[in-house]
């Protein structure tokens, strides 16, 4: 399948954005009458045929709408402090993107390195992920924020901080719920400040663990969206 991301998908004719075009026409080399998958991003599939293969404005022509299964049952929300190499953030939430996830909020905590993100460089991450991994859905990426600001929004569900600090606290696989919606969050290399752990605290954050290693930013992101996901397969087997 040749899927290619269309959220601005209006009508029946629609033509592909320069750039997609070019790959369209020029990379895979397809021709009136090929057949490709457009994405709207909100769960729908377009299976289209091409009436255009002009490799500047390539036009294709919607032949139905398919409705998909997003795959997991929840709403999984990340919220992340993005690591001092950006590239080490791109890789994150590219493995995110390709499991599933719904929302991506980036962050700025006291032990922060990285204070400002390209968001539109970490859209065409997600897209590329979105569209490699043939998802129907597109994870929503929220503008950098403060930690402050995150943790104090209204969220109708389970929400998490990961956090290295030394007291007992549950494995994010023994508390996370399939049937509910989560939010987790993720600091700096640095951790957590223990005052912002006890912000998150008092507005309904429970602090969890990832496991007995040490993970890095990135690493810890991945493998907390991952856990949801397992969690959702052994409860909907």
Known sequence: MHLFYTPELMAEVHTLTKDDSRHCA???????GARITLSDGQGFFYPSEIIDDNPKAVTVRVLEKKAMSKGWPQNIHIGFAPTKNIGRTEWAIEKCTEMGVDTLSPFISYHSERKAIKNDRLERVITAAAKQSLKAWHPKLEELQRFEKLVKQPFDGDKFIAYIGEESKDLLSGVVNSRNDVLILIGPEGDFSKEEVRLAMEN?????SLG?????TETAIVAACHTVHVINDLNFE
């Open 26 to 32: 020029k990379v895979l080399r397809l021709t009136v």
């Open 204 to 208: 309904g954050f429970t602090t969890v």
């Open 212 to 216: 007995t290693s040490r993970l890095r």
